[in-house]
């Protein structure tokens, strides 16, 4: 069974200061992997989608990069922002088409 | 742009009581996913639907769970009766298809809280 785990569970930082957060997961025989972004109290929101062949993927201030070798992806946020408060997930799709979740990191961007 | 959509937003209910839960995936698309995700971890998948069929619902607890997707469109998920470790955010994915390089794309959720 896939096991993804996200840490740290909680970050907090001061406004400008570049956002690094990881995952690592234990099957490498994945499809794709997948961040989202999840508001207090609200459904998810899809940030980058790298598929297994891919090493990166960049959308704006937003860099993701993936190791499958390693089992590991790391989320970058550049010049980070209030509004950039959130919980990260990451979720890694595998071999029977499940996507599995890791538990989230809590980021707090302080003004 | 096209949304998933569920309702109720927040549901609050006593325990022992039924209660249920309904969403209307993405126009067209024919797998449709109901996760559970309790405070503070990631969503675990509950059931898995391709058109009306289950294609997976190993997970769910069926001695008092229940889905529903009768003509491949919306879909139902009951509780019944519930209890107090089923408060949870409760949230509803669609694709167009099975496949891996479909991209799933998630509602508001339902967030059901039990007393």
């Known amino acids: 069974k896939q096991e993804v785990t996200q840490i740290p569970a909680a970050l907090s930082v001061p406004e400008g200061e570049n956002l690094v957060l990881n995952c690592s997961f234990t099957d490498s025989a994945i499809y794709n992997l997948q961040w989202f972004r999840q508001d207090p109290g609200k459904g998810l929101t899809s940030l980058l989608l790298?598929?297994?062949?891919?090493r990166e993927q960049t959308s704006g201030r937003l860099n993701a990069s993936l190791d499958k070798s390693s089992g590991r992806s790391t989320l970058y946020i550049a010049a980070s922002q209030p509004g950039d408060s959130a919980t990260y997930l990451c979720?890694?799709?595998?071999?029977?088409?499940?996507?599995?979740f890791g538990a989230g990191t809590t980021v707090t961007v302080r003004a | 742009e096209a949304e998933v959509a569920q309702s109720p937003r927040y549901k609050i209910t006593e325990k022992s009581q039924a209660v249920a839960f309904w969403c209307d995936p993405i126009?067209?698309?024919?797998?449709l996913y109901w996760y559970r995700q309790i405070l503070g971890q990631g969503p675990e998948l509950l059931v898995q639907?391709?058109?009306?069929?289950?294609?997976?619902d190993s997970q769910l607890p069926k001695d008092r769970f229940s889905a529903e997707r009768l003509k491949g469109v919306d879909s139902t998920l009951k509780i019944q009766p519930a209890e107090l470790g089923d408060s949870a955010m409760y949230l509803c994915?669609?694709?167009?298809?099975?496949?891996?390089?479909?991209?799933?794309?998630f509602g508001p959720g339902t967030r059901l809280t039990v007393t």
């Open positions: 994915a669609s694709k167009p298809g099975q496949g891996p390089h479909y991209e799933q794309y």
């Open positions: 979720a890694a799709l595998s071999n029977d088409y499940k996507l599995s």
């Open positions: 790298i598929q297994s062949s891919q």
């Open positions: 126009s067209g698309h024919a797998t």
């Open positions: 639907f391709q058109d009306e069929s289950v294609v997976d």
